[in-house]
């Protein structure tokens, strides 16, 4: 029995529509792309609260979602099944308090799909660590909160507080193994010439356009030599927030340097 069997009953009237609507459609639905386009039967033979089903995909251990593993209200998968979903009505931004629903499957315990397993982007944040007890995204990266301050630097520079989604493309196909050439987490360079030289890589991250253009110009090209520095446009992803005055080569208001001499003029230049 497969799924269009259930349909021929239950028509999808009542668990196709709110508060279960999201939750069905992102897993069983080929056009809804963060969800594995899995039949009714992979899911119903036990009841939620029970079901194991969910365990491996969904990830219920690690840091996040923390306390009552997949029951946590805020971000465990299970609690918000039967709630409405993870996301508004657009299916691109999150609810609020849903803001780290990405770690859930991206932490130290990471989900694994289809035999793959998801990059631990979040780190490990009880590990003794050079500056402090842990790092990771929410400890000494992007995600650092703005009221705190970044260990490395005595309390001078405070965190950006970004989540997930400022810079990750919520509509890319989301699993590893239906990216657009079938690999998990990499990239091509087979592509076309021009802004699509980079579509690649801007898939292969769910990277976010700027404005209609690339996020960042990866594979870099460099038609001749000497060549002038980056312009924003080259990574724009990054300049949307970071200023470009600082990777410039007389520019010194940065640590990744040696001397006087600005290492990022040096890579990038």
Known sequence: MDGSTCAKC???????????????????LASQTKGPNIDCTDCHN?????????????????????????FNVDVGAKANFKTGGIYNKDWLTLKPSKEKWCATCHDKSPSVINDVTAPNAIGNETAPYIYRTGYGFYKTGHGLDS???FPYSGGLINGPGKHCLDCHDASQTHTDGMGWDGTARTYGTDRTTGDETYAPYRDGYRLKNVGGNPPMKIPFQVDTWPFEFLAESDFALCFSCHSIAKFQPTDRRTRYRKGSINAHAVHLG
Request: net charge neutral; charged share 10%; proline share 6%.
């Open 10 to 28: 239950h028509l999808h009237g009542k668990q196709f529509t709110v508060p279960h609507k999201q939750s069905h459609q992102t897993h069983v």
């Open 46 to 70: 036990d009841p939620l609260a029970t079901a194991t089903i969910c365990d491996a995909c969904h990830s219920q251990g690690g840091t996040y979602p923390g306390i009552n593993g997949l």
């Open 147 to 149: 009221g705190s301050t």
